[in-house]
């Protein structure tokens, strides 16, 4: 079996969906945006929804799923589809009652959550208040997206890839007709935002449970939580938590921190993560979901040797697509940045903070991407001690860095914090593969090392770009959207050419699946 082609193929699956989902994503901010700009209120909707987000991603799609996934591959592969379906049941009824408690308590200690995630908000009674009341809506976000993590899981372990990667879309859509509602009957726009993101999570539970029924995977009441799976699951999840979870803990001690800063500083370091995350979860996110399931396969099997080609060839993969992404974050987000949020309520001064932000993040691109690729092989093996480990020692790192850069930097000082702490966690986490798995980690660094010639032109034809076709924020959207256009669209041209000059494999690959499906 090629695992390699399995690999791109559904990186690239997952990657077209999750494409559709983040470019409905910048409809959504731009969206905000406009409304919202980066005042007291945006601040208040994204503190509060941060909060369920943050827990989303720490226990939903990041300990739950890893710790799920090996499991239920196991299962399913050794004893069949109906003992899977059984497990799956199990998991989503266990998972159920324990998000409904989570919920309650979130909800009712509402005041106590904020205090705790942005203590600093505490000195304006109406952000306090709108936060509080915000948080209070959205917080039942958690129990439906973590269900959908759950499902996602499932499907992602029968290979299939697209509905987990779409499922955003519905998010994305829900929030801007909640906006457009609230305004058009003149309430108050920041709730229809929130009561848009409730929306969203049923809408993409359903849609999961659509397509579980399609693979015949049942899923009933079941209470047996004494299953030996259940047991196995529970005891990888604890520790996965901060394992994998890591990257949501840093941007969590961003926001706690940036809540002593100025007004509009939690809302610049959102903007500027939202387009971080744009690459990061069309290709990083889209390989490490499609590399978990595979690595368990081969795990399961026994194949050592492909494990070890198969991550060889992801991280070569991923580096080949996030090296790039991350100049041009760098070399032209700024342009990219006024495209989607100047306008209303969002003004120059906020342009540049958010731009600052975006290039202090923008550094570790290609750190928090490899973290997604790394970690699952941990998990393939269940070994959840060293992500613990080093996840512990690069939060320390984080929180340090960021007190010290705080003062003199503000919101860039805290984005360069986020960026250093995952540097130190990837390196070590790559570092530590050899104690249990044949790893050749300089075969890595001279594949990076390899891409510098491409990387040195894609600079070159950013700055030259800029320099020729000048970019002003007074051009309408038609001008600017056909400048991004241009400006990307040449870039990856010079890119691609020099990394066929340069003979790496992987562009080939991509080639040659693109063209068959198109």
């Known amino acids: 079996m090629n695992y390699n082609k399995i690999v791109t193929k559904a990186a690239l699956v997952m990657g077209s969906s999750t494409f559709i989902s983040r470019i409905l994503g910048f409809l959504r901010d731009m969206v905000i945006a406009n409304y919202l700009g980066t005042g007291f209120r945006a601040d208040a909707f994204f503190v509060a929804f941060r909060i369920p987000n943050f827990l989303r991603r720490l226990f939903g799609e990041g300990s739950l799923t890893a710790s799920f996934i090996p499991v ?26 324990t998000l409904i408690l989570i919920t309650f308590f979130g909800i009712y200690f509402s005041e106590e959550v904020v205090k705790l995630i ?14 509080v009341n915000l948080n209070k809506i959205m917080f039942s976000y958690i129990l439906f997206i973590s269900l959908v993590a759950l499902c996602m899981g499932i499907l992602n372990s029968l290979k299939h890839f697209f509905a987990p990667a779409i499922s955003p879309a519905l998010l994305n859509i829900s929030i801007i007709l909640g906006a457009f509602f609230a305004a058009f009957s003149g309430q108050n726009i920041v709730y229809g935002v929130a009561w848009g993101v409730v929306g969203g999570g049923i809408l993409q539970l359903s849609l999961q449970m659509i397509y579980l029924k399609k693979f015949d995977i049942k899923i009933t009441p079941n209470f047996n939580f004494r299953h030996n799976a259940i047991k196995k699951i529970l005891n990888l999840m604890g520790p996965s938590i901060l394992g994998l979870g890591i990257t949501q803990i840093n941007i969590f001690i961003g926001t706690l921190i940036a809540s002593f800063l100025p007004s509009g500083t939690v809302s610049y370091l959102y903007y500027a993560d939202r387009l971080i995350q744009f690459p990061l979860g069309i290709f990083a996110v889209s390989i490490g979901s499609a590399l978990l399931p595979i690595l368990s396969e081969q795990q399961v099997k026994t194949d050592t040797q492909s494990m070890i080609q198969t991550m060889n060839y992801s991280l070569k993969l991923l580096f080949l697509i996030t090296i790039p992404a991350m100049i041009g974050l760098i070399f032209g987000g700024k342009p990219i940045l006024s495209l989607l949020f100047e306008r209303g309520e969002f003004d120059e001064i906020a342009l540049k903070n958010v731009y600052s932000a975006l290039i202090g993040y923008s550094v570790a691109l290609w750190a928090y991407s490899g973290i997604r690729v790394v970690i699952p092989l941990f998990y393939a093996f269940k070994n959840t001690k060293l992500p613990v480990k080093v996840g512990f020692y690069a939060l320390i790192v984080n929180i340090l860095v960021s007190l010290i850069l705080m003062k003199p930097l503000f919101h860039l000082g805290l984005a360069l914090a986020t960026s250093i702490s995952s540097i130190f966690n990837f390196i070590i986490l790559l570092c530590f593969l050899k104690t249990f798995i044949t790893f050749d980690i300089r075969d890595i660094f001279k594949y990076i090392l390899k891409l510098t010639f491409p990387s040195s032109i894609l600079i070159f034809t950013l700055i030259i770009y800029q320099k020729i076709f000048l970019f002003s924020a007074d051009y309408n959207l038609i001008i600017k959207s056909l400048y991004i256009i241009g400006m990307i669209f040449i870039s990856v041209i010079s890119y691609f050419w020099s990394c066929y000059i340069t003979k790496i494999e992987e562009i080939k690959n991509l080639t040659i699946w693109i063209r068959r499906k198109f």
Do not use: C, V
């Not at 942005?118 to 936060?131: Q, Y």
């Open 72 to 97: 239920f591959t196991q299962y399913y592969t050794q004893q069949g589809r109906e003992e899977g379906s059984r497990i799956a049941s199990i998991s989503f009824t266990l998972l159920t009652i």
């Open 118 to 131: 942005a203590p600093g908000f505490s000195e304006d009674i109406t952000k306090f208040t709108l936060t």
